[in-house]
């Protein structure tokens, strides 16, 4: 007996590839917005590549793209504000988050009749249905975002945990934040279609979160945090085969049910160790 019926459909094939990539990006990315404390800052990129979507349906360019330049050019546009000293970042996020809801709003009043059907496709995922080539420009992008993470990941920590002390030290920081901000509007983009525009920030936070009560260094809670993930990302898409959910809310409730499950066992290990 097959273990995995549903495996003999094409498109939940493609489904679990799209949720494995997802499932390892978002946490690579996720992990240093949460040592930097800009767990939100995922949310407000969604809501600006919301703009970028419906500038694509709009227009009738590929969302996708649109949407990576739009959310890239609003991710750099808040870290250079906030480098200069301008603003703070979460007066620059806020600004960026009502602005993407506002823009996406407007520009698909004047899109044709069946694009809000597309929209909320983007806004809460629509896994299944993710076509060949959607799966195939997103493990481009998921490459890339997992290269550059693990790669440039001693820096990028260093950043994150301490940038007075990495500038003292001679590290390109502007660059390297630029770096990660570009990094998390493409993790937004590759996420859209799997868990949706306005749950994407759950999978680059939670997972995390869950890493962080266990683990006992930032190499282990980075480990963690991809196959808490990755494994969030598998099982919430099986579930909704089976149970009829939707794939991003099916997703990003297993995440957080297995953070409250792991908040509890901790918390109650740790007064058994105390007493």
């Known amino acids: 007996m097959d273990v995995l019926p549903f495996l003999q459909y094409d498109f939940m094939q493609r489904a679990l590839l799209a949720a494995v990539l997802v499932g390892l990006a978002a946490p690579s990315v996720g992990i240093f917005l949460v040592q930097r404390r800009l767990a939100l800052m995922g949310d407000g990129m969604g809501h600006v590549a919301l703009t970028g979507v419906a500038l694509g349906l709009l227009t009738g360019w590929a969302p996708v793209w649109v949407a990576l330049a739009t959310a890239t050019a609003g991710a750099v546009t808040i870290e250079l504000l906030r480098n200069r000293g301008r603003t703070t970042s979460d007066l620059a996020l806020a600004i960026m988050f009502y602005g993407g809801i506002a823009g996406g709003v407007v520009l698909i009043s004047k899109a044709p009749g069946g694009s809000a059907v597309s929209l909320n496709q983007y806004l809460f995922g629509a896994i299944t249905t993710t076509t060949a080539q959607d799966l195939a420009v997103f493990a481009v992008l998921a490459a890339l975002i997992l290269a550059i993470t693990l790669g440039l990941g001693r820096h990028l920590f260093a950043v994150a945990n301490d940038e007075e002390y990495a500038r003292a030290s001679g590290m390109p920081v502007l660059q390297l934040n630029l770096v990660l901000a570009v990094l998390t509007a493409t993790t937004v983009v590759v996420s859209m279609r799997v868990v949706g525009l306005l749950l994407i920030s759950a999978l680059m936070v939670v997972p995390v979160a869950t890493a962080q009560l266990v683990a006992t260094s930032f190499r282990s809670a980075l480990a963690l945090s991809l196959a808490i993930g990755l494994g969030c990302a598998v099982v919430g898409v099986t579930a909704s ?32 160790f105390v007493r």
């Open 241 to 272: 085969y089976y149970t009829n959910t939707p794939s991003g809310g099916s997703i990003v409730l297993t995440a957080i049910a297995l953070f409250a499950v792991t908040a509890i066992a901790t918390g109650a290990l740790r007064r058994t």
